[in-house]
T-cell receptor, first 111, second 112 residues
Framework: KAGVTQTPRYLIKTRGQQVTLSCSPISGHRSVSWYQQTPGQGLQFLFEYFSETQRNKGNFPGRFSGRQFSNSRSEMNVSTLELGDSALYLC??????????FGEGSRLTVL | QKEVEQNSGPLSVPEGAIASLNCTYSDRGSQSFFWYRQYSGKSPELIMFIYSNGDKEDGRFTAQLNKASQYVSLLIRDSQPSDSATYLCAVNISGGSYIPTFGRGTSLIVHP
């Protein structure tokens, strides 16, 4: 069974640009959640999508947005990038039990 | 603010010893508890979950939950150098959401 697939794995952007990250969940998993991980803040919850609807949202500014498609694939977008957005962005899929299965992450560097 | 607290470590144990990792949480209504292992440069992977008070064993791993004292622990028996990683505790807080709150993790070093 294929795992969670995230693309791209690495990317470098400059301040003010925007970025779109993609996530394909495990087949059959309808919940997709996104996390930001930095050395200073640990794993911070961004948002969760279930059946194309944003069901939960963390405490991040509106520059961070996401969506989920009918095939459960999800994208997240960060606009007007800031230096502090440099992080590992992790996507996780799950069934309805809270057990998360993470992708390998997209490492974003903002210069 | 509902919190999950872990000692950041590093916790250093010799090969073959028992490593004990602890996690406390603030929300008394928390329902389910997870331990994830994260190797350096990799993403977290689920290794254990526990829902009921008491112990749950899986191979060399034992999760212990004490809801009255609001702590959950992970014991790793016969620790191996390959167990060296950061261990993240995650707690599903009450309120019907399945979004877990993560602690910042404990770094474990198992030395030969």
């Amino acid at each position: 069974k294929a795992g969670v697939t995230q693309t791209p794995r690495y990317l470098i952007k400059t301040r003010g640009q925007q970025v779109t990250l993609s996530c394909s969940p495990i087949s059959g998993h309808r919940s997709v959640s996104w996390y930001q991980q930095t050395p200073g803040q640990g794993l911070q919850f961004l948002f969760e999508y279930f059946s194309e609807t944003q069901r939960n949202k963390g405490n991040f500014p509106g520059r961070f947005s996401g969506r989920q498609f009918s095939n459960s694939r999800s994208e997240m977008n960060v606009s007007t990038l800031e230096l502090g957005d440099s992080a590992l962005y992790l996507c996780a899929s799950s069934m309805e039990l809270g057990e998360l299965f993470f992708g390998e992450g997209s490492r974003l560097t903002v210069l | 603010q509902k919190e999950v607290e872990q000692n950041s470590g590093p916790l250093s144990v010799p090969e073959g010893a028992i490593a004990s990792l602890n996690c406390t949480y603030s929300d008394r209504g928390s329902q389910s508890f997870f331990w994830y292992r994260q190797y350096s440069g990799k993403s977290p992977e689920l290794i254990m979950f526990i829902y009921s008070n008491g112990d749950k064993e899986d191979g060399r791993f034992t999760a212990q939950l004490n809801k009255a004292s609001q702590y959950v622990s992970l014991l790793i028996r016969d620790s191996q150098p390959s167990d060296s990683a950061t261990y993240l505790c995650a707690v599903n807080i009450s309120g019907g959401s399945y979004i877990p709150t993560f602690g910042r993790g404990t770094s474990l070093i198992v030395h030969p």
